[in-house]
């Protein structure tokens, strides 16, 4: 027999002892993601009966969540798991449904206590600032008396005090007028510092930058900030840096002014030739505190003494080659000429024939050489044996030369 025989349902087709309950459900915990959970009820929704998974856990797949009432009920009933304390009431409970009421209580008795003491204690200092007082205002006129007294002293340092006042105000006029003229007189160094076209800078014997001007900052590539406060060779490096030939170590070693092309390094990597100027700077008492240099950028200058040079080589071989082509042409011509000659009266096929032949090619080729030679109009090299330089007769001659010979000039 059955104890407690039920039907089944239409979805557990089978004779039952106990009512049914749910199976275990899948829940999510805080920190899962939604997208997560989402993915897992999807996959579980999905898992057929005679999948693998199923096989294992032994069920026949995952639905929505059902009702849990009748497991509540189950627990409650039994008095296990969150029901196992149903109905009993301990200290425990009572402090953890009222701790806030308690916790007032305890908070308010302190309180009145607190008072109780701070009033008894307010009563007690009160008689004794009383008592202070009195003994206060007893040397308070005392101390009015003796007051009184320094007064009139102090009237007659006032006095005197009122007299020195206005000799230091009359100082001070007298400074602040030279501290105008002092200021007029920087503003003017100033405008002939900036005004300057070279760049000008102040090196101090530490060799950190004092001041640098306008044209300064357009030549080295650096700003003011970047400048001042460093040292020289940080921040306008050049090929005399940590050298005897440093302008500041020449000064420094009792010579008043340097002047010297030095190449100046940018903060790009790249150079500039620079004529350097140095001179002492000195303070008002003839103290040696550092230099002052004028940089004049030699780029132009180089480059205009450069076309020069090119134009004078240029000149020279055009004026060789000239007359290196008429010198030539007159005995090549009689070289041609008597080879025409000697090849006209003679066979054709003579023994000097093929000689005569190549004799007059070499000539022709000479020829096209001198003509060439007479088309220079750029200077134009090219390496030679022993690393010697030697005329490209071919670039110097084309047609584009010319053009290129402006672009020189």
């Not at 020289?232 to 302008?247: D, L, M, N």
């Not at 042409?329 to 000697?342: D, G, I, S």
């Not at 096209?368 to 390496?383: A, F, G, H, S, V």
Request: proline share 4%; hydrophobic share 40%; charged share 30%.
């Amino acid at each position: 027999s059955i104890i407690g025989y039920r039907h089944g349902t239409e979805e557990v087709p089978f004779v039952c002892s106990t009512c049914l309950y749910p199976e275990w459900p899948m829940a999510k915990v805080k920190h899962t993601s939604d997208a997560l959970a989402k993915q897992m009820a999807i996959a579980l929704l999905k898992m057929p009966p005679d999948s693998p998974a199923a096989k294992a856990a032994r069920c026949a797949g995952w639905t929505i969540p059902l009702n849990y009432q009748s497991v509540r009920e189950c627990l409650r009933e039994l008095k296990v798991g969150p029901y196992r304390n149903l109905g009993e009431v301990t200290l425990l409970d009572v402090l953890s449904h009222y701790w806030h009421w308690i916790l007032m209580i305890f908070g308010m008795f302190v309180v009145l206590a607190g008072a109780t003491i701070m009033i008894t204690r307010l009563n007690k200092n009160f008689k004794s600032f009383n008592l202070r007082l009195q003994s206060e205002v007893r040397e308070r006129r005392q101390a009015q008396r003796v007051l009184q007294e320094k007064e009139e002293k102090l009237r007659a340092a006032n006095r005197d005090l009122k007299t020195s006042n206005q000799n230091l105000e009359a100082a001070i006029a007298r400074a602040n007028q030279m501290a105008v003229e002092a200021q007029f007189a920087e503003m003017k160094l100033n405008q002939i510092y900036n005004t300057s076209g070279n760049g000008m800078w102040v090196i101090g014997t530490d060799l950190e930058a004092l001041r640098i001007n306008e044209a300064f900052i357009g030549l080295s590539g650096r700003t003011k900030e970047e400048a001042v406060g460093r040292k020289c060779y940080k921040v306008f490096p050049g090929e005399g840096c940590h050298t005897p030939e440093c302008p500041l170590t020449r000064i420094l070693g009792g010579e008043e002014r340097v002047r010297a092309e030095i190449e100046k390094e940018l903060p790009d990597g790249s150079t500039v030739p620079c004529l350097v100027t140095a001179t002492a700077f000195r303070d008002t008492d003839g103290e040696l505190i550092g230099i002052v240099e004028d940089l004049m950028d030699m780029t132009e200058h180089k480059r205009a003494e450069e076309q020069r040079l090119q134009q004078e080589k240029l000149q020279g071989v055009i004026e060789m080659a000239g007359a290196v082509c008429h010198e030539l042409n007159q005995p090549m011509q009689a070289v041609f000429t008597h080879c025409e000659l000697v090849m006209a009266s003679s066979k054709k096929s003579g023994p000097w024939s093929e000689d005569l032949k190549r004799i007059k090619e070499q000539i022709q080729r000479m020829g096209e050489i001198t003509r060439k030679l007479m088309r220079i109009t750029k200077y134009e090299t090219k390496d030679y044996v022993f690393d010697e330089k030697i005329i490209d007769i071919d670039r110097a001659s084309r047609p584009d030369a010319k053009k290129d010979l402006y672009s020189v000039i």
